[in-house]
T-cell receptor, first 115, second 111 residues
């Protein structure tokens, strides 16, 4: 079946611009996660949804970052007033996360470059 | 919060040799430990995982061991092949929530 998809795959933004990154999870997956991966580093947790409820946003680096999943399916990560330090690959993952099924499957990521 | 340490950061082996990557975690509540393989410019791919009620799991050439008491887990790859070359990440999670990743190990397999 179809895996996790993300769009756009690449985004160049000028410092101060707002950006919106989209994630389409695997159909039927209850949980959706956003991670940030800087060059040469491991992914770092940003936020997590179960259906439409945002259960954990402890990893969002500042109040310029905002995520939503209004209908419990597609999710959008928005970054306002982008800064150079926001340049990274933003990864989305989804998981069934029911009855002990914990596997998270990742999308291809959106590479954000802030100039 | 959880902290995951991963060693070594780079590992070079000859084709056919074994490779071992080790991770430690800090939060005793963590109960799910996946390993991901990431090729350059690609998404992380889940290759094997283990839960805290299991000490060892094997899938063909790949095995993972978990020592809950010492809070460490390891990835073992036997009979390495050039296509095993990639960055490998360990991670820890509690009940399938946020994955906390190690910093990664770059594995190079030369033929």
């Amino acid at each position: 079946g179809a895996g996790v998809s993300q769009s756009p795959r690449y985004k160049v933004a000028k410092r101060g611009q707002d950006v919106a990154l989209r994630c389409d999870p695997i159909s039927g997956h209850v949980s959706l996660f956003w991670y940030q991966q800087a060059l040469g580093q491991g992914p770092e947790f940003l936020t997590y949804f179960q259906n439409e409820a945002q259960l954990d946003k402890s990893g969002l680096p500042s109040d310029r970052f905002f995520a939503e999943r209004p209908e419990g399916s597609v999710s959008t990560l928005k970054i306002q007033r982008t800064q150079q330090e926001d340049s990274a690959v933003y990864l989305c993952a989804s998981s069934l996360r029911i009855t002990g099924i914990y596997e998270q499957y990742f999308g291809p990521g959106t590479r954000l470059t802030v100039t | 919060g959880e902290n995951v340490e991963q060693h070594p950061s780079t590992l070079s082996v000859q084709e056919g040799d074994s490779a071992v990557i080790k991770c430690t975690y800090s939060d005793s509540a963590s109960n799910y430990f996946p390993w991901y393989k990431q090729e350059l410019g690609k998404r992380p791919q889940l290759i094997i995982d283990i839960r805290s009620n299991v000490g060892e799991k094997k899938d063909q050439r790949i095995a993972v061991t978990l020592n809950k008491t010492a809070k460490h887990f390891s990835l073992h790859i036997t009979e390495t092949q050039p296509e095993d070359s990639a960055v490998y990440f360990c991670a820890a999670s509690t009940q399938g929530t946020a994955l906390i990743f190690g910093k990664g190990t770059t594995l190079s397999v030369s033929s």
